[in-house]
C-alpha cells in the first residue's frame, strides 16, 4: 500500500473511532503515531476547529498537516490533511471577516524552516487558491486576531528584535522593538485595537499592560507596583479578555536573594477594566509555600477557571488535574479534581511511562473540556519514538 492509501485508512478509521466512540467525558482525537492538535476557534454554527499535525509511526519528524472539525457533539464534520511531505503543520486558524479560515503554514523538516504561508480554507475544509509567503528563518509567527499577526524577528547577532504587525496580506502595520514600550507578552485583539500584557524591558521589571492601536500609538497602559523587598522582577501571564471587555491575568513576581537561597515568590489572579485600570487581586489563593504553578486560564458561564498544579510530579497522570474557579470580584469559590483514568487512554498494558505535558480550556456547548497532550513511552523509546495522543476530558464543574 502507498503512503497516501496509508493515511487515508488512518483517517477513515479516526473518522470512525470519534464518531462511534463518543464517551460522556472522554473524547479521543487521536489516530496511529504521534499526534498534536490545538483547538483554534467555534464557528457561528457551532462546529470547532483544531489545526497541527500527526507524525508517523516510528517518527514524529515526518509529519502531516491536519486541519480538524468537530460537530456540537464532537463527530467529525470534516478533515484535511497537507499532501506535502516533511515536518509540516497548521499552527493556527482564525475566522476571518469574509467566512473563511486564514491558516499558519509551516514545513521545517528536522527543524530547518523551508516554507511557511498563510493559507486560506473553506469552513468546509475546502482549500482556497489565495496564499501569503511569510518565508523568514529567523522569525517566529503568533496569531493575533482578524486585523493582523505578528512576525517576530530575531536576528542571530543581534541584542534587539523587532516585533512585526502584519495585516493577513502580509503588510506591515507597524514595528515595535524588544527594547521599547512591552516584552514577553502574548498580543490580542481588542476593540479596534491591540492589548499586550507582559513586563517592562528592563531588569527586574515592573508588571505592565497596555494598549496600542492598529498604528502602533499607545491608547493606554499600566504598571503594577512590586510587592517584594530585594530587586523583584514582576510580569503578567495568561492574560485574557473577559466578557464584560476588561482583563484577566496572573500576576507572578519573583525576587532572588542570593544564588544559596530559594527565591521569594508573589503570585495574584489580577483584573484590569477596558481601560485598563486595575479592580482587583486576589493573591490568597497563590500561597508562596505552595508556589502554584497555572497551565491555564478561562472564563465559563460569568466564573473564572484556571488549573494549577501544586505538586512537585505534576506530569504522571497519576496526580488530579486541579481547577480553582473565581467569581467574577476574584474570590475563589472551591476546586475540582480530575483524575485521568488508565482505561480512558488507548494504551498498551506494558507502557512504561505515561504523561501528561500539556492542556488547553475548550468551551463547548454541554460544558468546559480540557484538551491534553497524553504522552506514552517505553523503556527503550529512543527506539521506538515517543508517542503522542490528544485527548478531551470532561473539566469538574462545581
Known amino acids: 500500500m502507498t ?36 483547538y483554534a476557534c467555534t464557528l457561528p454554527d457551532g462546529r470547532m476547529i483544531f489545526s497541527g499535525y500527526r507524525g508517523e509511526i516510528g517518527n514524529y519528524q515526518e509529519t502531516k498537516a491536519r486541519l480538524l472539525c468537530l460537530n456540537p457533539d464532537k463527530t467529525v464534520s470534516w478533515e484535511y490533511w497537507d499532501p506535502a511531505d516533511g515536518q509540516a503543520a497548521f499552527n493556527a486558524v482564525i475566522l476571518q471577516k469574509d467566512g473563511t479560515l486564514g491558516v499558519f503554514y509551516a514545513n521545517s523538516p528536522y ?4 516554507d511557511r504561508k498563510l493559507r486560506f480554507f473553506t469552513t468546509e475544509g475546502e482549500p482556497l ?3 501569503v509567503d511569510l518565508y523568514r528563518a529567523d522569525s517566529l509567527l503568533t496569531p493575533v486576531g482578524l486585523s493582523c499577526l505578528e512576525m517576530t524577528v530575531i536576528p542571530g547577532d543581534a541584542t534587539e528584535y523587532y516585533h512585526h504587525f502584519l495585516d493577513w496580506d502580509g503588510k506591515e502595520l507597524f514595528k515595535i522593538s524588544s527594547e521599547e514600550m512591552i516584552a514577553a507578552f502574548h498580543p490580542f485583539e481588542a476593540e479596534n485595537g491591540l492589548v499586550l500584557a507582559g513586563h517592562e524591558p528592563t531588569w527586574p521589571a515592573n508588571a505592565k499592560i497596555m494598549k496600542l492601536d492598529l498604528k502602533g500609538d499607545i491608547i493606554w497602559e499600566t504598571v503594577l507596583p512590586t510587592h517584594l523587598e530585594v530587586s523583584p522582577d514582576a510580569s503578567l501571564e495568561w492574560s485574557i479578555q473577559t466578557s464584560d471587555g476588561g482583563y484577566l491575568a496572573l500576576y507572578h513576581e519573583t525576587s532572588w536573594l542570593s544564588d544559596d537561597i530559594a527565591p521569594q515568590r508573589y503570585k495574584a489572579l489580577v483584573k484590569f477594566d477596558q481601560n485598563g485600570r486595575l479592580l482587583w487581586m486576589n493573591h490568597e489563593s497563590f500561597p508562596a509555600e505552595n508556589n502554584p504553578v497555572c497551565h ?7 466564573k473564572y477557571v484556571m488549573e494549577l498544579s501544586t505538586c ?5 497522570v497519576r496526580n488530579s488535574r486541579i481547577f480553582c474557579w473565581f467569581d467574577e470580584n476574584g474570590h475563589e469559590l472551591g476546586r475540582t479534581e480530575l483524575q485521568i483514568r488508565r482505561e480512558d487512554l488507548d494504551v498498551p498494558e506494558d507502557t512504561e511511562r505515561i504523561e ?9 456547548q454541554d460544558g468546559l473540556w480540557s484538551l491534553r497532550d497524553i504522552w506514552t513511552a517505553d523503556n527503550d523509546h529512543m527506539a521506538k519514538m515517543d508517542s503522542c495522543d490528544e485527548i478531551l476530558f470532561k473539566v469538574p464543574e462545581l
Open 356 to 364: 501528561n505535558v500539556g492542556g488547553m480550556f475548550v468551551m463547548m
Open 3 to 38: 503512503r497516501l492509501g496509508r493515511w487515508i485508512v488512518i483517517c477513515f478509521c479516526l473518522m470512525i473511532c470519534c464518531s462511534c466512540a463518543f464517551a460522556e467525558s472522554v473524547v479521543s482525537l487521536s489516530g496511529p503515531g504521534y499526534d498534536a492538535l490545538r
Open 296 to 302: 491555564g486560564l478561562s472564563e465559563y458561564k460569568g
Open 111 to 114: 527543524q530547518t524552516l523551508k
Open 312 to 316: 512537585a510530579d505534576y506530569f504522571d
Open 129 to 131: 487558491e489565495k496564499t
